[in-house]
């Protein structure tokens, strides 16, 4: 099974950038679709970006469309989320996760937190 690893969540201020990366290791991950989801305290885990295997398409949640930004790099077995413009309501632990939605792997998450 795929092994996912997160990394670059931190503590910033409203208005800040945060660059979270995954890296995929144990298996190719080139034919997966890959994304991320979050999930905040008392909340259900909700999409936040996905994208194909190719990178050809991308999908975002509403609320993060136009500040988010997803992205990947087969070679590197990497997906990364750009995080521009964050909101208090960013606030969650951001999960990583490879491959189709009944056979999903899943990082172990990375904690957002983002102050008024």
């Known amino acids: 099974q795929v092994q996912l690893v997160e990394s670059g969540g931190g503590l910033v201020q409203a208005g800040a950038s945060l660059r979270l990366s995954c890296v995929a290791s144990r298996m190719p991950v080139r034919m997966y679709a890959m994304g991320w989801f979050r999930q905040a305290p008392g909340k259900e885990r909700e999409v936040v970006a996905s994208?194909?295997?190719?990178?050809?398409?991308?999908y975002y949640a509403d609320s993060v469309k136009g500040r988010f930004a997803i992205s990947r790099d087969n070679a590197r077995q990497t997906v990364t989320l750009q995080m521009n413009s964050l909101k208090p309501e960013d606030t969650a632990v951001y999960y990583c996760y490879a491959g189709p939605g009944w056979d999903r792997s899943w990082g172990q998450g990375t904690q957002v937190t983002v102050s008024s």
């Open positions: 994208i194909s295997y190719s990178g050809s398409d991308t």
